[in-house]
């Protein structure tokens, strides 16, 4: 990031709370993540359980089916969780370009043997398991654009060729992702991914061109495309076609507007009655505002917002303490989860079209779960080693000091004028 820019944001004064060094001396990491976890964990599974039960009891005859699953979701994402805490930042960067091939490479297995569902091929099948594979693709491709950013950070500032590098691998996963089809996703990475070159200090010149291209080019998807174009215009005007194009949207606005402020209660929706498609998944939130209101939808946003906020403050630190890798991936991450949870909200109000993104940490959907649950406990590992530099820091220091204010002591010890009995026993040293 460039020096004016870190210089602009150091001089922002911000609540103790949310900084990380506010308890270094009494805990290695910062245990609001975890909370902020778990809190939406434990909504996200009421709010499952509420909004499934219509549409379970009719495909499985099991009124508990998607509950069960979405809690297994919950423990295999913990267990995960666990494990990626465990591995040191420093093997997510030596190894970024390994875990960019897995990601390429499940995008090419999906296309080949993945399970279509809705006329889209997303999930590869292995036994109980079902991998979205542009789930872990996200994540591996922020890691890889992060440590590309360490490497070449110089050659992204000052010329073109540093800045197409990583967008000619975005083309790569756009493409595959293309053939799925799967723009929601392409939107999310090339959203982060220029807010992330946008930070390591690219020129303002070279994204108001790239991104007209961008722009350019998935307008012409959504154009060319007629069930996508249907998705535009029926997002523009859902009453023009109520029970046609905009029969998804017109329900979920009808929950939003059932639920005013507080809501019609826990279990009362009418919509999550299979009137609203997908109640459990990309709508979830409909569901909240019908039965919590303005009220509920409030809080999920404020939790939402702690996350990203929290995140991107902590990528500004790392940077400040040279950890630059640390710094751009918690930035991915920030940017990943605020720019999805937006997504999601604004395609249920009507805001923008339909992409089919869940709600971070709170959507039924197996891959998303676990995969931003790593997203989050790597928030916490960079947390973590932040603090135990800055505590080992601080111990060296005291050591420093201590050895110093020792050698003083001897110093002045040694130099201590000698006194009358020092001298008269010097006399019979002899003897």
Request: glycine share 8%; charged share 15%.
């Amino acid at each position: 990031m460039p020096t004016s820019v870190l210089s602009r944001l150091d001089n922002i004064k911000l609540p103790q709370w949310l900084l990380i060094e506010q308890s270094q001396s009494s805990a290695t990491f910062d245990r609001s993540y975890l909370l902020l976890a778990i809190s939406m964990y434990m909504i996200g599974l009421i709010m499952v359980a509420s909004s499934s039960m219509p549409v379970a009891e009719r495909l499985f005859n099991d009124p508990f089916h998607f509950i069960e699953r979405h809690f297994i979701y919950i423990c295999i994402s913990l267990m995960v969780a666990f494990i990626t805490m465990s591995i040191p930042m420093s093997l997510w960067q030596k190894h970024s370009g390994h875990l960019l091939l897995v990601g390429i490479l499940l995008l090419m297995v999906v296309l080949v043997i993945g399970r279509t569902v809705n006329g889209s091929t997303r999930w590869i099948v292995v036994g109980p398991i079902t991998l979205q594979a542009a789930e872990p693709a996200k994540l591996f491709f922020f890691c890889y654009l992060s440590a590309y950013l360490v490497r070449r950070r110089d050659e992204v500032m000052e010329n073109v060729k540093g800045f197409a590098k990583p967008l000619i691998v975005f083309g790569v996963l756009g493409a595959l992702l293309l053939m799925q089809p799967d723009l929601g996703t392409i939107i999310v990475m090339f959203v982060t991914t220029f807010g992330l070159l946008f930070l390591a200090g690219a020129k303002l010149w070279q994204f108001a061109c790239v991104s007209g291209v961008g722009i350019s080019l998935l307008s012409a998807l959504a154009y060319f495309s007629p069930y996508r174009w249907a998705r535009v215009t029926g997002f523009l005007d859902p009453w023009e076609d109520p029970f046609g194009s905009g029969y998804q949207l017109t329900q979920s606005l009808m929950a939003y507007g059932r639920g005013e402020i507080f809501g019609q209660g826990l279990g009362n929706s009418i919509q999550k009655l299979e009137y609203l498609p997908e109640a459990h998944t990309d709508f979830v939130m409909a569901v909240v505002a019908e039965e919590f209101g303005f009220v509920g939808i409030s809080v999920i946003l404020l939790l939402s917002m702690l996350l990203v906020v929290k995140a991107l403050l902590l990528g500004r630190i790392a940077l400040q303490k040279e950890k630059y890798f640390e710094g751009f991936f918690a930035y991915a991450i920030g940017i990943w989860i605020s720019f999805q949870a937006a997504v999601n909200v604004g395609a249920s109000v009507g805001a923008v079209p339909t992409k089919g993104l869940t709600m971070p940490l709170l959507s039924y959907g197996g891959s998303s779960m676990i995969v931003m649950t790593m997203a989050v406990f790597i928030l916490m590992r960079i947390d973590h080693e932040i603090r135990l530099q800055s505590i080992q820091a601080t111990t060296k220091k005291k050591l420093k000091k201590s050895k110093i204010k020792k050698n003083n002591l001897n110093n002045k010890t040694a130099e201590k004028p000698k006194t009358e009995h020092d001298k008269e026993g010097e006399q019979y040293d002899w003897i």
